[in-house]
């Protein structure tokens, strides 16, 4: 069964900094993969996704994400973070095996220091 | 443009209660899901519909029923609380396929005492 793991619980970084969040996964094949982010008090919305291609994916809001065969890898990046950014970031992943279950990693809380 | 909407809200449960949650979708999607939220646990599986009529378990089904007897309604039974199942319950729904994005609603949060 495919699984995700994100190994940091929260990541504090300060405004205008880079950002990674990290997430692995655990699957045969390759899987399609996402990222949502989950404002306070709020439901998740779509950040970007992969499911073939190129490697690198283009979101919304300014985030990217890399897909690294070879570690098993789909980190979240954005090259500089503003305070509206602080949220809770999850990673998941459909398998093809399975295209109708959508399993979310445990997510990774972001907080920004002004 | 509604999306995903749950009702209720809000509720506190006495232990042994059961009630309904429901979700209701307008996007004409095939597949539905339900999940539950628990603090640094991310969000876990419990239910998921791929269409109408046709119901699966997830990671967590234990003490929870679905039906989905219409493409637009997928409710989430609970029939005998447990403080077990206080927690924030999201209801999604997507057009299925893998690489489709799933939609959310704003969440029900569950208080059992």
Redesign the interface.
């Known amino acids: 069964a495919q699984s995700v793991t ?1 190994p940091d ?1 929260h990541i504090t970084v300060s405004e205008g900094a880079s950002l990674e969040l990290r997430c692995n996964y655990s699957y045969g094949a390759t899987p ?1 993969l ?1 990222w949502y982010v989950q404002s306070p ?6 950040l970007l ?1 992969y ?1 073939s291609g190129d490697t690198l994916v283009q979101g919304i809001k300014g985030f990217e994400a890399e897909f690294k065969r070879s570690q098993s890898s789909f980190n979240l990046r954005k090259p500089s973070v503003h305070w509206s950014d602080a949220a809770e970031y ?1 990673c998941a992943v ?3 095996s399975s ?9 990774t809380r972001l907080s920004i220091r002004p | 443009n509604a999306g ?1 909407t749950q009702t209720p809200k809000f509720r506190i449960l006495k232990i042994g209660q059961s009630m309904t949650l429901q979700c209701t979708q307008d996007m004409n999607h095939n ?1 539905m ?1 339900w ?1 539950r939220q628990d603090p ?6 419990i239910y ?1 519909s ?1 269409g109408a009529g046709i119901t ?1 378990k ?2 967590v089904p234990n003490g929870y029923n679905v039906s989905r007897s219409t493409t637009e309604d997928f409710p989430l039974r609970l029939e005998l609380a447990a403080p077990s199942q206080t927690s924030v319950y ?1 209801c ?1 729904s ?1 057009p ?4 489709t ?2 939609f ?4 029900t949060r569950l208080t059992v005492v």
Do not use: T
């Open positions: 994100q619980i399609y996402f008090g709020q439901g998740l919305q779509l996704k499911f999850f459909v398998a093809y295209a109708s279950k959508i399993i979310f990693g445990s997510g | 995903v597949y899901y999940y640094g646990m991310g969000l876990k599986l998921y791929v699966d997830g990671e999201f999604a997507s299925g396929g893998g690489n994005e799933a959310f609603g704003q969440g």
